[in-house]
């Protein structure tokens, strides 16, 4: 098949993906050269009766948990469409900051409803991309042509929507998925159209092997990087070092060359790890100077480049300096010591406290392989195969995965036992959750909020409590 490209957005219930969930799924299908490829994808996706949202997000929205009700389809036949038509073969999957949000709701999704959960963005040929990252490389190191958005302080900002309207693109509403889709493919076109080269070289990095060719320990050698991380100062774009192995599977440490390295090469690991891991509060003290490394993993679409990219005019601009850079650069160098001090500072990172609830414990293992024939025959399996269907899973979250993928989406498939073992789950959620619910309803009905949507997600509670026994 010709590789294509799919542009999608999310809007959903919350910003955690392990307990959100995705309430509306668009996208559109183009070729290589951005023109469309069939119809756009615009669906909603119900909202179990376990879930209840976070009120500040369905305002942003505008979504309630009844319109997803009302017109969305269950969350496995969502699974089904995102399988069997987004993602196929040799797709490139592109949103905007997907690498980090959308993504892992995807991830979760699929691994909540018995699909492997990564090789929808890997296997036969298919891959993603992130265009947030190649705006703000673009903003930084080729600017020209495009119409960039400041915010009311005149400070730069990459908002997609501010970039639609600065640059006269499509975006009826944002924060509506499918309008979202539209004004990211014309960002995209926008880019392409005016910066080519560094379109087509971007393009080209989102894969990790091309990104290692650059950026490796066995020939380490500086580059430009741009991130989120870094200071807007210089558009959030620095020259960066490799110096070590992150704790981090398969990340590396490089380290920000505007900076001095030797002023820590005396410094223990607890000295590092305090000034890495900071508190709020003490990053928010005028004398604080963070710690300038930070972790680079080729797999999410970094935005890097050669030195050869910084002209003298984006030199000074972003104020690189090249006899600075080489001489901490060889600083480093000269202290291979530096780079084990650095990775036993991250290696003290406080690990996530482990979760006891199974869907959130992705990343707690990746599977037997066994068990992936049983998987296939549960998002396979009509309800009433489903009834009498208990495998005899290897991976033990399985089988406890399977009792709430029936009751959120084929409740009549449920036994005795596990009815009530769901609908004590269930209680102790909501139960949980209720107070800070309640009160956050109460305190957004004495603003300028949407009584609507209140009033809907006051209804939303009352309609999913479980009956006091």
Partial sequence: MPQTFFFYDLETSGLNPREARIMQFAGQRTDMDLNPVGDPVNVMVRLSDDILPEPGAIMVTGITPQQTMADGMSEPEFCKLLSDVICCDDTITVGFNSVRFDDEFVRHTLWRNFYDPYEWCWSNGRSRWDMLDVVRMVRAL????????????????????????????????????????????????????????????????????????LVNLENPTPFVYTSGRYDPKYDKTVVAYPVGLSPKPGSLLVWDLRYDPSQYFNATPQALAGIIFADRKTRQRDDFQALPVKELSPNKCPAVAPLGVLDDSTQARLQIDFGIVKKHAALIDQHPEFSGVLKTAFEMREPYAPSSDVESQLYDGFGDKKDVPRMQVVRNASPEDLKDFHPDFIDKRLAELLVRYKARSYPQTLSDDERQKWEQYRAQKLQSALPKYLQTLQKMSQGSFDSFILEELQLWAESILPEPS
């Fill in 142 to 213: 080729r600017p020209e042509g495009i119409k960039w958005p400041v915010d009311a302080e005149g400070k730069a900002v990459n908002k997609l929507e501010l970039l639609s309207q600065e640059n006269g693109l499509v975006h009826t509403k944002a924060h509506d998925a499918l309008s979202d889709v539209e004004a990211l493919i014309g960002v995209t076109k926008l880019i392409k159209e005016k910066q080519p080269k560094m379109y087509d070289y971007l393009l080209k990095m989102r894969d990790k092997r091309e990104v290692l060719k």
